[in-house]
């Protein structure tokens, strides 16, 4: 294993302990869950929104009381759950499942208590001429609009590897129409901007809105874009760093931007955290975290100094799990030197039009029965518990 200051290995973390190396720490924060994913720090509660995919949660990490950890479940839902993204000046949450955009409202409740979910919105289904693909990792752009990528979720690794280029990139411009609590939900516009993608993955705009970056985790490497804020749309499409270039194992997954314009990038099966200048190409700062599979990253914390990394566990042995008990967590590291930018939530305008709360749709966007007999039982119960 190389050594330097830019490498960390640390026994104590397999134990879910503290380990501080080379002038920055890395915690556990969170138990282990099958798959979590596109993490967002919410600057409003000062918590981390973040999902299972293969469990099919949406979960709340409070730091400021860290052993309670919140989840509401879609597990009778077909398809698997990302992104999630908070709705502005609502308790409201754009969660996406398989193809489909919902709007779910959510009480998160006090500390101790039991999430509950008051109603969820089928708003929108995708691609459905393509059964097999799914929705992978989505944020908001500056405007608030949501941005969502695509990829073939029945492919095979040979199959990815011979080219399939089935993903497109989603922008989203939904509008509510305010009745209360019972207001209602839809897509007014989706737009394609971007084809032929594999496997597209994290993304980050910088803060003077003229580049868009994003990750496909299949040809391993990370893309710059022209991006025009007022069109919502991109162009002249670069490479901006390679992973084969710098021999990084592993592909791209989940990512962010610091305030002085540098990536942070999870390399799943790589074991690492990636920190590069996407406008030189240049590998900056390497983290080798505790788990072969980091997931995303995104920047907390009150000052925007903390790193959250989520992990994946999904698929591995119980041999495997014994060297990485930790596998599947959502990680802090702090002492960086750095700082995040402030996120955007999904921004959502008045109109006057309504809409029912199952649109008409393919199969794999109706809201199950069961879930809605789950929502009236959980809320019935978070409502003796509260009294």
Known sequence: MAKGPAYLTCLAALLGLSCVAHGYEIKAVTKPVIMSESPYWDDITNTVIFVDVIGKLVLRYDPAHPGDLKNISFS????????????????????????????????????????????VRNLKEVEPDLPGNRFNDGK?????????????????????????????????DLKRDIEGRSASSHVDTKTVVEEGLQIPNGMA??????????????????????????????????????????????????????????????????????????????????????????????????????????SARYKMDARQLEREPLAGSMFAITGLGTKGLTNV??????????????????NSCKLQPV?????????????????
């Open 345 to 362: 939530p999904y921004a959502v305008n008045a109109v006057g039009a309504a809409s029912t709360n199952n649109r008409a749709g393919s």
């Open 140 to 172: 908001a752009d500056s405007r608030g609009r949501l941005w969502i990528g695509t990829m073939d979720d029945s492919q095979t690794s040979r199959r990815r590897r011979r080219g399939v280029n089935k993903g497109e990139l989603f922008r989203f």
């Open 371 to 387: 879930f809605f007999w789950v929502m009236a039982v959980q809320f019935a119960i978070a409502s003796i518990f509260s009294s």
């Open 76 to 119: 009778n839902q077909p398809g698997k759950v990302t992104p999630a993204v908070p709705v502005r000046g609502s308790d409201d949450i754009l969660v996406g499942v398989g193809r489909c955009v919902f709007l779910v409202d959510v009480d998160w409740g006090a500390p101790g208590k039991a999430a509950v979910v008051r109603s």
């Open 205 to 310: 705009w910088t803060p003077d809105d003229k580049t868009y970056y994003l990750a496909d985790s299949a040809t391993k490497a990370v893309y710059s874009f022209d991006f025009d804020a007022d069109q919502g749309v991109v162009s002249n499409k670069k490479t901006a760093f390679s992973f084969a270039a710098h021999d990084v194992p592993g592909a791209p997954d989940g990512m962010t931007l610091d305030k002085d314009g540098n990536l942070w990038i999870a390399c799943v099966h790589g074991g690492r955290v990636i920190k590069v200048d996407p406008r030189s190409g240049a590998l900056l700062q390497t983290i080798v975290m505790n788990v072969t599979n980091p997931s995303a990253a995104e920047w907390g914390g009150r000052d925007r100094d903390v790193l959250y990394v989520t």
